[in-house]
């Protein structure tokens, strides 16, 4: 009943800018939860990009800048403003404030299976071939 993500981070082989899952290796996992969303994280800082494709469910427990829409598409991360605000650090290479990146977005999708890993039919146009490919047997179920 759960939904299928794929699970990786930049650090695979194949998980980066141009997917091929093929080099991570499988085809993903099962979600924990039922009602689960694919999520691809892109991280920015100047020219560097890590991305990280997993659940929502698996996020949320470590990630506070998630944003509160989580419909299908992309969209900036959400500004924590009390993250490590009682934390006196004097390691200043610890990240407790999240603010070592530039900028960081959020891509939401649960209408298809292993869907944080396309990027090259999406919106209008990936649901125009679904379209047009279920009409194309439906013709040739009906000519038998």
Known sequence: EAIWCYRCNSATPGCGDKFNWRGIGYLGDPCPEDDDVCVKVIERKGTMETYTRDCLS??????TDIPADKYEGCRPAARDLNLAHYVNTSVK????????????????????????????????????WKLVACLLLAMVALRR
């Open 58 to 63: 698996s996020l949320q427990g470590f990630r």
């Open 93 to 128: 290479e610890l990240d407790v404030k999240r603010d070592h990146y530039d900028s960081t977005t959020f891509c939401f999708c649960f209408l298809d299976h292993r869907c944080n890993g396309a990027t090259a039919l999406s919106g209008t146009a990936g649901y125009l």
